[in-house]
């Protein structure tokens, strides 16, 4: 599975991650291949496999929204233990 983002939709993405990160501390991603959905977890519910730290996430998406010009989620296989995020800077920074 491979997401790569760019434009207003960074700016979109970043506000849901957001807004999921108000609601729990952990973020359950599924994907098929009509669909990517996001899901957050909370204390109260049990933690699923494949769970990812949404203060993680939040952290690599603090960088200034506008200077971002590319961002890329990446699963290697389904059986792979972790998510590869990166990010590509206008100014050719690269974070990740």
Not at 1 to 10: D, F
Request: glycine letters at 8%; one cysteine or more; aromatic letters at 4%.
């Amino acid at each position: 599975m491979e997401l790569s983002l760019s434009g207003n939709a960074i700016k979109t993405f970043a506000r849901c991650i957001t807004c999921l990160a108000r609601v729990g501390n952990q973020l359950a991603i599924q994907a098929s291949p009509s669909q990517l959905a996001f899901h957050t977890l909370n204390s109260s519910r049990p933690t699923v496999q494949g769970s990812v730290l949404l203060k993680a996430i939040c952290s690599l998406l603090g960088t200034p929204i506008a200077s971002i010009g590319n961002l890329s989620v990446k699963l290697p296989d389904p059986d792979a233990s972790k998510v590869q995020w990166a990010l590509e800077c206008y100014s050719g920074a690269n974070k990740g």
